[in-house]
């Protein structure tokens, strides 16, 4: 193989995981854009917003301790629920482990910091959220959700020494 042709060959390769290397960049910033709107609506309490967030697929689920919700239309019906609600709850992602799956699907996994509120205070809990996206339109929306709160330590003040 001439020297000129394997230059010009060695250049396309390493212009090509240049720009694979730029658009994964690309599409990481855009996933972890997504999942912060999502969590910012979620955190006012905006059924429209948070709807926004979603693919509006057949298929997409939303799982909440053990409750399956199936399709855009059922999750919408959750969501309003949600009107008047702000403040009762905050959820803080911690950082995002986003694992593409395709051009147009990524999987985020995040421990999950979240405040709930009532009369009687505040508390603090942990959890986790792991979404599958799916890019529609050059957006990124969920497919699926699925969220958990780590059991409270409530039997800690158990003495079992006293039988």
Request: with cysteine.
């Amino acid at each position: 193989m001439p020297r000129a042709l394997r230059a010009v060959l060695a250049i396309l390769f390493i212009a090509g995981l240049t720009a694979c290397s730029l658009h994964s960049r690309d599409s990481t910033a855009e996933v972890q854009e997504a999942v912060r709107a999502y969590f910012a609506a979620v955190n006012r309490a905006d059924p429209t917003a948070i709807m926004d967030q979603y693919s509006r697929n057949s298929e997409a689920t939303s799982v909440f301790e053990g409750d399956i919700v199936r399709g855009w239309e059922q999750i919408r019906k959750e969501t309003d629920k949600l009107a008047g609600t702000a403040g009762d709850e905050k959820w803080a992602p911690g950082t995002m482990d986003i694992i593409f799956m395709g051009e147009d699907h990524a999987l985020v996994v995040a421990p999950m910091n979240i405040t709930l509120r009532s009369v009687f205070g505040s508390e603090e809990v942990e959890g986790a959220s792991t979404l599958v996206m799916e890019r529609k339109g050059g957006k990124w929306k969920i497919l699926h959700e699925h969220h958990s709160i780590k059991p409270s330590d409530q039997g800690d003040d158990f003495d079992s020494s006293r039988g």
